[in-house]
Each structure stands twice: as C-alpha cells, then as structure tokens.
C-alpha cells in the first residue's frame, strides 16, 4: 500500500523548494511594466543580486534558465575559431563546452572524471604550454551538479596567475549560487553565471551573467553578437525594458524580490553556514549508512564537496529503489543520478542524488533521511544503523 498523502518535498538539485513568501509574492494581478516601480524594483534586484555574488561589477539578466546564461556569456565574449580551455568535473562543463562549439568556439577540454575536482597541476601545465596565449578562458563550474564536486575557485585563480596566462576565468555558478562560498571580486573571476532556480529558489527562467571590466573591453571590441544576448545594455540601462531586453519577467521578478528579502535578512554568511551544517549533516548520514552496506559518497573528501548536492552510489538497481520508495511512501522526490555513470543506459539505477539547495532546514532534512533510512529497512538493503542520530549530532554540533 503507498503512503503518499502530506506535504511533498522535491528534494533534487534544482529546481529547488520554492519558499511560501515566494510563492504569495508572486500571486497578484499583472502590473503595469511602465510603471516607475517596476524599473525600481529591477534595480533593486540588481543591485542584491550583485551583493549575493560578491561583486561590484556588471550584471546582465536574461529570460532563460542556465543555457541560456551560459550562451550569453560565450556570445558576448567570442568569435569563431577562438580557442578555450575547459575543466570538467562531471556533467556541466561539457555542457558549456557544446554549447561553446555550436558557436564555432574551439574547446580543449580536460576531464577530471566523475569523483574528483580540479587538479591545479594539470591547469598549471596546460596554462604553461599555451605561449602563445591562444586561450582566450577558462571555463568551469564551481559545483558540478551531477557529480556535487566543488571546484576551489580561489586555488583556479592562483593557477592563472602563477602562469601570467591572461585567459578569462569563467566560473559557472549555477547549483553554487546562494548555497557555496563564492565572492567574484575578492576571487577575481572574470565572469560567472548563475541562475534562479537553486540557490536562490524562484521558479526557472532567469538566467544572470556576470562580468568585470576586462570581460567588458574583451566584449566591446567584439564584432558580432545578437542584440538580444548583448550584455552592453542590460547591464547599465537607461530604459525599463532594456533590463531584459523586452517585457520584464513581471512574476519571477516579484518571486525573486522576496527570495533576496529572505537571504539578505538571514545574512548571505548565514544563509551559507546553514548549507554547510545540513550537507555535513547528509554526509554523515551516508557514511553511517555505507559503514555496513553499498552506500557511498560520491566525492569522499569534505573540502571538495558541495553544500548544495550530494551524490550518492549504491548500486543498481537500488539507486532507483530507494527514490521510487521514497517517492511513492514519503511524498519525497530524490534526484535521478543524473551524468554520474562512467558507462550508460540505465545510468542511473546505482545511484541518487539529495538536493539541499535554497529553501531548507533541519527538520526537512531530517524527515528526508528519516524516509531514505525507512526505505533501506523496507527494502532490505544493507546499511549501518544509528545514521540519523549521527545526522541529529552534526547539527546539534552547530
Ligand atoms: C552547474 C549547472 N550548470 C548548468 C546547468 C544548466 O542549467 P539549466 O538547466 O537551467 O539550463 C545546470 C542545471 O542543473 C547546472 O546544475
């Protein structure tokens, strides 16, 4: 029999829990989008979404989710037969690198596999190699979703400058925003692109870019980008509309507005210590789990690991076991193993992952694992006990 009834919990890496204020904020009539509020609120919204990144320099926001921020980023900035320098740790840089080549960008990738982060010595060796400068960037993500690595941004900056390579540092952001540590400026990233779905927990369909001034004289001496993607004018408007090229998202921006009340009133380095606290809490929870039993954390050393996501291995088919029987008996949607198998179909029937990004706190957590520690009783896969009370003493530790 199927126990499903009660509030449900989506619980994957995106698109994350989508807070009640949120929700009520965005339930009102259609404004007028030539009233001098909207520009205010765009303004406003510009100016928290700036502070949350860490920087003081240009923000472009776009009507698109990640792909779309990820185009723009390469659109504003490159012509074809420009060369970049990707590092992939899992599933998303690849992605920004198809999407580089679909714009006739040459990439030369190096690939880190599914279980480890950037190493800055082969970064280093690359860099070095490349005498004649003909990476123009260097791209990477700063939480690979599938994987839920975490990239040390600060370590990638250093690596550019031991070389004195003057590539671009280009940082996706888009499962770190508002849940990892991440300050463009004081890290000196280049560009970096983020989204409003995770983090910072408003329905998908926003995408931002951004960039710092050598990003901006890079893309200004640019000959060709559609005047949609161009950045020039979103990012210091002097109209309304040129915000976001066009009618202004009207909804998602009042929903957005009262998800950037939310994190500038909790305080950003709150709002990051609480991620930390939950994922240390998930992370010892699985390993009790593992201590007796197939599970197992992806990526095994803290430090590398993203406060936004775990990925968890247990192998097929309990992977898909357990999220079904969570789904079907606790009302909770775990995330499918997304690009987290070296070979394919069915890739992901050994694995899951927990999105703990946004909207989330102890007792949410808590009832997830509680459900996931159900199902391998239920199930009979084997598994350590006392993980929940390893979890409950992580965040009593806070
Ligand atoms: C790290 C990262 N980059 C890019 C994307 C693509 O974003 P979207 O699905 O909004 O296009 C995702 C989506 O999950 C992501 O996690």
Redesign the pocket.
């Known amino acids: 029999m199927l126990h499903s009834s009660g509030r449900h919990y989506t619980a994957i890496?995106?698109p994350s829990v989508i807070p009640d204020q949120v929700l009520q904020a965005m339930h009102q009539a259609g404004p007028n989008i030539y009233d001098p509020k909207q520009y205010e609120l765009m303004k406003g919204i510009q100016s928290d979404l700036k502070t949350v990144a860490g920087t003081k320099h240009q923000l472009a926001m776009y009507i698109?989710?990640?792909?779309?921020?990820?185009e723009a980023a390469l659109a504003n900035l490159f012509s074809s037969g420009d060369k970049v320098l990707v590092l992939a740790t899992?599933?998303?840089?690849h992605?920004?690198a198809a999407m580089a080549r679909s714009l006739g960008v040459e990439t030369e990738i190096i690939d880190f596999g599914l279980r480890s982060p950037i190493d800055q010595q082969s970064v280093y060796e690359a860099l070095s190699a490349d005498k004649s400068h003909e990476y123009k960037a260097v791209l990477a993500?700063?939480?690979?979703?599938?994987t839920s690595v975490l990239n040390d941004v600060q370590a990638l900056r250093n690596t550019l400058d031991e070389t004195g390579h003057p590539a671009l540092l280009m940082i996706?952001?888009?499962?770190?925003f508002g849940c990892d540590r991440f300050e463009m400026d004081n890290q000196r990233v280049d560009v970096m692109?983020a989204?409003c779905?995770?983090g910072l927990m408003t329905p998908?369909g926003m995408?931002f870019v951004f960039f710092n001034d050598k990003a901006a004289a890079i893309s200004a001496g640019k000959e060709l980008v559609s005047s949609y993607w161009d950045w020039t004018k979103r990012s210091q408007p002097d109209e309304f509309y040129q915000f976001f090229g066009g009618t202004s998202p009207t909804h998602q921006l009042f929903g957005l507005r009262a998800a950037l009340d939310m994190i500038l009133t909790e305080g950003l380095e709150n709002v990051w210590q609480r991620h930390a606290m939950l994922a240390g809490a998930i992370a010892k929870a699985i390993n009790v789990w593992g201590s007796a039993g197939p599970m197992e954390l992806n990526i095994q050393e803290p430090a590398h690991r993203s406060n936004a996501?775990t990925s968890i291995r247990v192998g097929a088919p309990d992977g898909t076991r357990i999220r079904d029987w969570v789904e079907q008996n606790a009302g909770i949607t775990l995330g499918i193993g997304?690009g987290m198998a070296e070979s394919h179909e069915p890739e992901w029937h050994g694995f899951y992952r927990i999105g703990h990004m946004g909207h989330l706190n102890r007792q949410m957590v808590m009832g997830m694992l509680g459900a996931i520690d159900t199902a391998l009783k239920t199930l009979n896969i084997d598994h350590g006990n006392g993980a929940l009370e390893a979890a409950s003493a992580a965040m009593a530790e806070q």
């Open positions: 890496p995106g698109a989710n990640g792909h779309g921020a990820w899992g599933r998303f840089a992605g920004w993500c700063h939480v690979d979703t599938a996706d952001c888009i499962a770190s692109v989204a779905q995770k998908p995408g996501v997304l």
